[in-house]
Nanobody, 117 residues
Framework: VQLVESGGGLVQPGESLKLSCGGS????????MSWYRQARGKEREFIAE????????KYADSVKGRFIISRDKDDYTVYLQMNNLKPEDSAVYYC???????????WGQGTQVTVSS
C-alpha cells in the first residue's frame, strides 16, 4: 500500500488544519491506522490511532482534546483534524497503516505542519 499524506501547511497558533492519508486507491479497511509526527532534531512520536472499523481511538496526551482521528465511511482515507494548533505541534506528520495478522506495516512520505506567528 502506498500511503500519501496531504493537508499540511503553515498556520498561526490557534488555527486548525486537517490532514488526509489515502492508500492510492487501495482500501484501508483491514488496517489499523495511526498518525505520528517528527519534529526537527527529535524522535518520531505517536499522535493518534484509529482501529479497524473506527470503533476505537487513542491519542497522545499532548494532543488529546485538540486532535481528532477518523476514517471515511468507505475506508479509503484517514483524517487528522488538528485544532487549536500550537508552535510545538510543528513537525512532519506521517501516516501509518498496520495489519498485524499479515505482517503489513506501511508509512507515508510525510507532510510538513508549521505553526508560527
Amino acid at each position: 500500500v502506498q500511503l500519501v499524506e496531504s493537508g499540511g501547511g503553515l498556520v498561526q497558533p490557534g488555527e486548525s488544519l486537517k490532514l488526509s492519508c489515502g492508500g492510492s486507491g487501495v482500501t484501508l479497511k483491514w488496517y489499523d491506522m495511526s498518525w505520528y509526527r517528527q519534529a526537527r532534531g527529535k524522535e518520531r512520536e505517536f499522535i493518534a490511532e484509529v482501529s479497524v472499523g473506527g470503533g476505537s481511538t487513542k491519542y497522545a496526551d499532548s494532543v488529546k482534546g485538540r486532535f481528532i482521528i477518523s476514517r471515511d465511511k468507505d475506508d479509503y482515507t484517514v483524517y487528522l483534524q488538528m485544532n487549536n494548533l500550537k508552535p510545538e505541534d510543528s513537525a512532519v506528520y506521517y501516516c501509518n497503516a498496520q495489519w498485524l495478522q499479515v505482517g503489513a506495516d506501511f508509512w507515508g512520505q510525510g507532510t510538513q505542519v508549521t505553526v508560527s506567528s
